[in-house]
């Protein structure tokens, strides 16, 4: 990874040890725990960077991490002193992964340490160790450990080891930029620096601030990963005319990735979406694109359309497990419990989306997850308390695997680990059921 010199400094760093801990300790996510910061903003672009960058490779790397310095300790810190651990695992990081100079990264960690001025020396010693047995160390510690113990097991029973750990794998690794763009994908791949991954998704090499790109402001794209911009393209390729012209519910529709690609295609759309907040930046989003769809605020639960539609698109809430790789954080806000409670709503959203298509129309259900509790689980319920639905066989050509219920492969999945040479996707279940009558 870049080098980063000592130029980042302890104002930085500080800035990186109140989010991580803000993060680890608590219920806020990254991007909260950023903007909630009162001294990020003020940090120039580049420390900003670097505090992102640093966060985020150790709370992908944070089991690993964690067990590393632990090897050094002696004795447990004291629940008190959990800062300590949270400055050693944000200086591991910095020597294993950022490459940053040990005297700087040492130096600043020791500084950190006022509040604990007894530890300096337990912090010199430990950073000091690190810095010398390298990377290698850390690769010694079994890379499942980064994932929670309840979700390491969940995925050895559904997907195998192997696709375990390459998932695990995937994990660790900062995911690239994708977007859609409206046309002419490849002249924005080489304006943008990009490839095409396919269709109207460009892969972008670089980051930054997207606002600054070329074709933001003129709404000619919007970010979206691969895998997620599937659904719509699977429910547009099993309607007549690819939707043209047809009625399309987009339900839990915000922030509104999946309703641009409907709306481009030249279907009647409506948006619904329960979240004021949410919805005002699916409205944004549109308006920037030059889109034009109805918008409705609604509980998907109990809402109902006054006409019945042609193809519905029910993207879920979720526990989001397939984007991971984007929010670090994650694992450590999740609970087997959660993801049940989620199911059941699924499940409820699902059994009403049914009865809002037309007969012989299209619900296309997807969810980032990689849990099979918020897939097929509930896609078994349903269909078992529904009737006149029906699967229907999906085909795409897309990096990822079929999914079979009954006979048919009415299922679709993708994983982090998949596409892998072209740097991974999102995780996804997608799924297209039939209203017969």
């Known amino acids: 990874m870049k080098e980063y010199s000592q130029k980042q400094g302890l104002k930085s760093r500080e800035v990186a040890l109140e989010i991580f ?12 725990a950023m903007a909630r910061n009162l ?24 089991g690993q991490l964690d067990m590393l310095v632990k090897g050094y300790l002696k004795h447990a810190l004291p629940k008190r002193a959990n800062l300590i651990n949270n400055i050693l695992q944000l200086g591991a990081a910095q020597l294993l992964f950022l490459k940053s100079p040990p005297h700087a990264v040492v130096d600043t960690a020791v500084l950190m340490c006022r509040k604990f001025p007894g530890q300096k020396g337990l912090v010199n010693a430990i950073l000091r160790k ?20 309840w979700l390491w097991e969940n995925w050895l029973q559904h997907y195998g080891e192997k696709n375990a750990r390459e998932i695990a794998i995937a ?13 002419n994908p490849d002249f924005w791949a080489e304006k943008l620096k990009g490839n095409i991954q396919s269709g109207n ?11 600054r790109l070329p074709g933001f402001k003129e709404g000619k794209w919007w970010v979206q990963d691969y895998a997620a911009s599937l ?36 279907a009647i759309v409506t948006a619904v979406d329960k979240s004021s907040k949410r919805m005002q930046i699916l409205k944004d989003n549109m308006k920037r694109l030059n889109l ?83 897939a097929e689980d509930v896609i078994y319920k349903v269909m078992s308390e529904c009737k006149g639905v029906s699967p229907v066989p999906i085909e795409v050509s897309a990096p990822g695997k079929p999914v079979t219920v009954g006979k048919v492969k009415a299922g679709f999945r993708t994983k982090p680990s998949d596409n892998k040479k072209q740097g991974g996707m999102d995780g996804f279940f997608i799924f297209a059921l039939r209203r017969n009558f």
């Open 292 to 374: 034009s769809v109805d918008t409705i605020m609604a509980d998907a639960r109990v809402w109902s359309p006054k006409e019945l539609q042609n193809g519905v698109l029910l993207d879920l809430p979720c526990s989001s497990t397939g984007v991971i790789r984007r929010h670090p954080e994650l694992p450590l806000k999740k609970s087997l419990k959660e993801i049940n409670k989620m199911s059941e709503i699924q499940i409820e959203i699902t059994k009403n989306a049914l009865n809002m298509l037309n007969v012989e129309g299209i619900l296309v259900y997807s969810v980032c997850s990689l849990q099979k509790e918020e």
């Open 21 to 32: 801990s803000e993060v680890t300790n608590s219920r806020t996510t990254f991007d909260e």
């Open 231 to 266: 659904p719509a393209k699977i429910l547009l390729s099993m309607l007549p005319q690819n939707g043209k012209d047809l009625k399309i519910l987009d339900l839990c529709a915000a922030p509104g990735g999946k309703t641009a690609q409907l709306a481009l295609s030249g």
């Open 171 to 183: 994990h660790t690794i900062e995911p690239p930029l994708d977007i859609t763009v409206m046309s």
């Open 39 to 62: 001294k990020f903003p003020n940090l120039d672009l580049k420390d900003r960077a670097f505090v992102h960058l640093l966060v985020a490779v150790t709370l992908r790397h944070r």
């Open 130 to 149: 690190i810095s010398l047995v390298g990377i290698e160390k850390l690769n010694e510690i079994d890379i499942k450990f980064n994932t929670p113990r």
């Open 201 to 211: 998704t460009v892969r972008l090499k670089k980051k930054g601030d997207i606002t």
